[in-house]
Nanobody
Framework: QVQLVESGGGLVQPGGSLRLSCAASGRTFSSSVMGWFRQAPGKEREFVAAITQSGANRYYADSVKGRFTISRDNTKNTVYLQMNNLKYEDTALYYC????????????????WGRGTQVTVSS
């Protein structure tokens, strides 16, 4: 019943910025915590950021604190990830997901996933 579509990925130089978007379908968007995860080749999918229903509370992985900002617009059923001061290690396929419950940081807490958008940081 929920579909998520990421966009906004691309190639960027170190220190550059990108803004990812995740468009959600369905009526449950505003009542759901949303998250961003990423997966690099040879690595496990890891938590990046999450945002509560109203957007009042936000959570970040230590690796992106101070550089990334998660936000949402419930009138547009869209969640965003503003990524600043990008580093080589940020290169990954980025996924948005809807949480159904449990630990904000765990992939197992999310039940719907987009197919990802690629972010490549290269000089």
């Amino acid at each position: 019943q929920v579909q998520l579509v990421e966009s906004g990925g691309g190639l960027v130089q170190p220190g550059g910025s990108l803004r990812l978007s995740c468009a959600a379908s369905g009526r449950t968007f505003s009542s759901s915590v949303m998250g961003w995860f990423r997966q690099a080749p040879g690595k496990e999918r890891e938590f990046v950021a999450a945002i509560t229903q109203s957007g009042a509370n936000r959570y970040y992985a230590d690796s992106v604190k101070g550089r990334f900002t998660i936000s949402r617009d419930n009138t547009k059923n869209t969640v965003y990830l503003q990524m600043n001061n990008l580093k080589y290690e940020d290169t990954a396929l980025y996924y948005c997901a809807r949480r159904y419950g449990g630990n904000y940081y765990s992939t197992t807490s999310y039940d719907y996933w987009g197919r990802g958008t690629q972010v490549t940081v290269s000089s």
